[in-house]
């Protein structure tokens, strides 16, 4: 077993940026200024997969947005922390009321501000086109950019990681 495959093994949390990890680099404001997020819908199936087999799942952003509120009630997304200016003092927090170790967390994200979160937690998921830094410091990049299925590749990485993937595809082999 790959050391990648192990710490995924362990992770009990995920915890995603939304803007450049769960929506493209994009923000659009309309005339009135209203503000749209395009998100990805096989990420978002991939999210409803891992939050079944019991993995929890947060965000963690520094932008407010009632796109994200209104994506985050669909897939069933309780936990949003919006406008974090201190991204690590929430992720800490957060593991503390959890009961969940570093290392059963992960952390998803795209930019410099991501960076304290994804140092703290056991395992940090830089998206294919994040900034060169978090790359270099990330345990694992996915192959896709944020916005286009790169949560999804890590949902599946996790569920296959914990021998789930075949039971769920085989699911939805038998439902058809």
């Known amino acids: 077993m790959s050391e990648i495959t192990y710490k995924l093994k362990q992770v009990k949390i995920l915890i995603l940026d939304v803007d450049g990890v769960l929506s493209d680099q994009k923000i659009i404001y309309n005339d009135n200024g209203s503000e749209t997020k395009a998100f990805n819908v096989r990420d978002g199936l991939g999210l409803r997969l891992l939050m079944k087999a019991g993995i929890r799942v947060c965000i963690v952003t520094g932008r407010g947005s009632e796109a994200l509120h209104h994506r985050c009630r669909n897939l069933g997304i309780s936990e949003i922390y919006d406008n974090v200016s201190d991204k690590f003092a929430i992720v800490k927090n957060i593991l503390e009321k959890s009961g969940c170790s570093r290392e059963q967390a992960a ?47 890590v949902c599946e990485a996790i569920l296959k990681a914990r021998g789930l993937w075949e039971d769920i595809v085989n699911s939805f082999a038998r439902n058809r």
């Open 107 to 153: 952390c998803m994200g795209d930019d410099l501000p991501d960076l304290p979160m994804m140092r703290y937690a056991g395992v940090s998921i830089a998206v294919a086109d994040a900034h060169e830094t978090i790359i270099s410091m990330a345990d694992m990049a996915t192959s896709a950019n944020g916005g286009n299925g790169a949560v999804r590749e």
